[in-house]
């Protein structure tokens, strides 16, 4: 069979899926067919506008890339309508905001606090060279010292992934975490300066309208309708067939399968028993809000909270990435909170502890005019990073590629480290690219080369 006859099946319409159509659409492969159960594509890059006219996202999206060619394409699909933010980030801790990155700003502390932090990162400086750490909490450690361990990294993190450092790895870090230039940081607590360039998404665009998901949106349409079904799930996979089931009924062949639902789905529907991997939950919780949001909040794009005694661990003023996020710019703006849970819970309960919380922090006045209050849970949140994950993965994914499955995407190929939208379109991109022409997949394979 030449690589033209290869039927290719494709599930999934976020950006994986839709990198991947792309993909084959660009290199002119035509016998394709794109699946999802969904009435819209986007995947947890989509977007939502509730009965109040605001526009939500599912979580905190920003738009930066590591790869030229996912940036020409995103250029391509909101062509030239979005707008470009310098990143102005912090961390609430001990009733301060300290600018983002934490660990080069702690001259924001107090004086005690701060003190402690810096003899931390001292003697980690000192101590750590050629120490292999066991898991995630002992890097943190081994990198910050217990100041920055206490107060910031090991709370955050807890919050974050709804367990402790401990039961994760620490090989995924990357550049997900910066870690610490002590000369650097003595330097800026000598002149009092913030340092807040690190990372890749100092800089970051965003859509003028219809919020992250216009991008996804925008580039489906641009794909041949006839290969692309939305409201058709995937129920029943035969390997050893090569076919797959549609809750529909109707039964498609494929040769080579693209997917980028959660490998754990996957592994079921394949017969194979089910593999040791781990998801955050989440619940977004979206507040639009009558007038101008306070001074503290006016440039802020988000900020991340670490104390145990506050539910959320991120809020993002979504008001600030564009105006047209909500319906009257002018005299309205909007606050979007994200919470780790263990589970769907008592919607209205969580609202309540939301605004104490958003209240106490400072974000929002005792008696806020409300304008909207939506709410989504998210079942598939963050692929966690657990100590067991690479061995589950080393042992599933070569199984099924040996029966031309490819599980890719944020939950597709389970890699945190690459999950970003960037990272996930580009996995689409170059599964299609092995399939058709039998390159390596650099994103999936050496996340330390594409995240360099």
Not at 74 to 88: N, S
Not at 194 to 223: C, E, H, M, S, Y
Request: a negative charge; charged letters at 20%.
């Amino acid at each position: 069979m030449s690589a033209g006859d290869t039927r290719i099946l494709i599930i999934g319409a976020g950006p994986c899926g839709l990198g991947a159509a792309w993909r084959l659409e660009q290199a002119g492969h035509r016998n394709w067919l794109l699946l999802e159960r969904e009435a819209y594509p986007g995947g947890l890059a989509s977007s939502f506008v509730d009965t109040a006219g605001f526009t939500w996202d599912v979580g905190g999206h920003v738009i930066f890339s590591h790869y030229d060619l996912f940036t020409s394409v995103v250029d391509d699909a909101i062509a030239g309508r979005y707008l470009e933010h310098q990143r102005d980030a912090c961390v609430h801790l001990l009733g301060r905001y300290v600018p983002y990155p934490f660990q080069y700003n702690i001259h924001r502390l107090p004086a005690d606090v701060r003190d402690e932090c810096l003899e931390g990162l001292r003697r980690a400086a000192e101590t750590a060279a050629g120490k292999d750490p066991k898991n995630f909490g002992e890097w943190i450690d081994l990198t910050f010292g217990p100041g920055i361990a206490r107060h910031f990294m090991r709370p955050y993190n807890a919050k974050v992934w709804g367990r402790p450092p401990e039961e994760l790895d620490w090989r995924w870090i990357g550049e997900r975490v910066a870690v610490p230039d002590v000369a650097r940081i003595t330097e800026n607590i000598r002149l009092s300066r913030d340092d807040v360039a690190w990372g890749p998404n100092n800089t970051f665009r965003f859509p003028l309208t219809g919020g992250t998901g216009a991008i996804w949106r925008n580039l489906a349409q641009k794909l041949p309708p006839d290969k692309f079904r939305l409201n058709a799930e995937a129920v029943a996979l035969d390997l050893d067939a090569r076919t797959c089931r549609t809750a529909s009924g109707e039964l498609l062949h494929y040769d080579c399968l693209i997917t980028t639902m959660p490998l754990t789905t996957l592994a079921l529907l394949a017969g194979f028993d089910p593999p040791p991997l781990e998801a955050t939950s989440a619940y977004i919780f979206g507040l639009g809000l009558e007038g101008r949001p306070p001074e503290l909040l006016r440039t802020k794009c988000w900020i991340y909270f670490p104390a145990p005694d506050c539910p959320f661990y991120r809020v993002t003023v979504f008001s600030n990435y564009s105006p047209q996020n909500v319906p009257h710019p002018t005299r309205q703006w909007a606050l979007m909170f994200e919470w780790c849970v263990p589970g769907k819970g008592d919607t209205a309960a969580l609202w309540e502890r939301t605004l104490a919380s958003a209240q106490q922090a400072g974000l929002i006045p005792d008696a806020p005019k409300i304008a909207s209050q939506w709410s989504k849970f998210v079942p598939h949140c963050y692929p966690v990073p657990t100590l067991g994950r690479d061995a589950a993965l080393n042992n599933l994914l070569p199984r099924l590629e040996a029966a031309g499955v490819y599980s890719r995407g944020r939950f597709g190929a389970w890699k945190y480290e690459v999950g970003n939208t960037d990272h996930s379109f580009m996995q689409g991109v170059e599964a299609a690219d092995r399939i058709l022409h039998g390159r390596e997949e650099t994103t999936l394979n050496h996340p330390e080369i594409v995240n360099r």
